[in-house]
């Protein structure tokens, strides 16, 4: 196939803050479904995600789960990533804030920024957002709260770095001009041109002395990088960016990125303040960046505080991986916010998926095999109803294709709906079963269920990008090996394999009542928790001194059957301990094991034997014990 060119495009880099909901998944799905249909179609795709995982309030929230930042971004960085992985979105590379390489080029680039004059050292004060991260002016707050989340914003006053938007705002604008497909839909362009740019750019504090958790300023290290200039450079340090110019060969070949995939809250970041971060570094502008609606559960704002956050994979559970992305993907619009529910994705399924997809293929392939053994053969014929379902085929790969062009994904994946609907009504046009019942009719049975199977061919190929699995079921049903894009250069490529013998259906119809039933079952499952003890500080943690033990002696108490007496070499040391374990361990099981033992308890005699401590042992629910044991340690080391 012709290689039509690079390709790269990146998504938000998601705050690793907390689970992400079906809302941010979403931009990841439709970004992974973008990515697949440009390698479907010849280019050289290059895909990046990630985590945002700086700044105060993960530092505030890492707090409060009693971890450091770094123990607590890990946990939501792997959580994120499962959720990711969990939807089939192949990314080249899951970029996280934290990563060695992207720390080290912030730091490089806003050390250059500063040197040549554009970073500035002054005073600011202002209101304080934390959840967003921002400060504002009295002018910017709406009834006093935060602009962007409504959130209550604080007084703060910290010296500070600042960046000289100003500075480049004349350049900024010359670009959005010249480029109109630069910032889309057109409607996010205005707001961003009216409300922004008209009233003239303010300089950018761009660094913060109230918390550490984020990038260090090298040269003045008690600040720290804004999170938003840490978190933009990584499309440009994910592919290998060098401030100083050695540049890596991933940079080399993909960038200008071709599309930032965003959400529309964060354009403004991405239109304005990225752009001109890239005018300072003197690096060429992203082509494009596309701020998409956002997904509301009903007509209200997802939020975990108001409980009404749906999940991706409580949806897969229930549904499947391409059921929800299909969901996802044709129920957001271009630019108007689009809409969830559990009843609703029940009702999609239904109605799309099981009724029009789903049961066009299971008829075609049962009829292929009850009136052809599951072979057909390359037809010689074709009647105007033939004419119509090719050409509305071929012409669905151009609607795909100009819908695509322009990321209306939802109109793409209507378009490749109407082909399946447009095979139904094929079948009850030429009536099948009725051509059957005559032998006289057997070349046109042949010829109208080999059309039907090349339509759900194209379907398939097209539909590839959005629900791989599905497409790949599809390609295995009807035994075809012609699934690249090429294949959709004329109708008739269709090999006539035998199809398979017992299809499965693709999609169950469900019973909306019945499972939102058992949805509501499983989501009012209260949760699972362990019943803790009191807090320690880990000052009192370390008033027990635990160390390795090995054990070289062990025998059977000599008065009591639960107990076992073993001699027990902690470093220089020996020392007899009692324990209450010969239900679960033979003495000579015991010899030889470097167990956990506790040696500053007070020793004490059991039915006549003196105790020098105690063996650390697990014991789970179901009565199973077992003695903690390390492998590599040597005896006598402290535990900690
Ligand atoms: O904004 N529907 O991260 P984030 C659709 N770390 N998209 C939604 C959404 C919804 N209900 N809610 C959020 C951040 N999103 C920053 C980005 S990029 C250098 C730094 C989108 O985890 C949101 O618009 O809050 C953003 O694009 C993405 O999810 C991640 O949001």
Known sequence: MENKGKYYITTAIAYASGKPHIGNTYEIIMADSIARYKKLLGYDVYFQTGTDEHGQKIEEKAKAAGVTPKEFVDIQAAEIKRIFDLMNTKYDRFIRTTDDDHELQVKKIFRRLYDKGDI????????YCTPCESFWTDSQLVDGKCPDCGREVHREKEESYFFKLSKYQKQLEDYIETHPEFIQPESRKNEMVNNFLKPGLQDLCVSRTSFKWG???????????????????NYITGLGYDVDGNHGELYKKYWPADLHLIGKDIVRFHTLYWPIMLLALD?????????????????????????????????????????????????????????ITWELVIERINSDLANVFGNLVNRTVAMTNKYFGGQLHKPTEGTEFDDDLKQFTLNTVKTVEDKMDQLRVGDSLESIMELFRRCNKYIDETAPWTLAKDEANKERLNTVLYNLLEGIRFGAVLISPFMPETAEKVFAQINTKATDYDSLSSFGNYECNKVTEKPEPLFARLDSAKVMEEVHAYLDKPEEKLEHKDEISIDDFARTEIRIGKVLECEKHPKADKLLVSQIKIGPEVRQIVSGIAKWYKPEEMVGKKVLVVCNLKPVTLRGVESQGMILCAEDENGNLEAVTVDKVEDGAEVH
Request: hydrophobic share 40%; proline share 7%; no cysteine.
């Open 120 to 127: 500035y050292k002054s005073e600011y004060e202002g209101w």
């Open 215 to 233: 990038v260090p300023v090298d040269f003045d290290p008690k600040h720290v990088v804004y999170v938003w200039i840490d978190a933009l450079s």
């Open 283 to 339: 690096v060429p502008l992203p082509k494009q960046v596309f701020g998409h609606p956002w997904m509301l559960v009903g007509e209200d704002k997802i939020s975990k505080s108001r409980g009404n956050a749906i999940y991706a994979d409580d949806l897969v559970k229930f549904f499947g991986v391409d059921a929800v992305r299909y969901y996802v993907l044709h129920e957001m619009p271009f630019a108007q916010d689009g809409t």
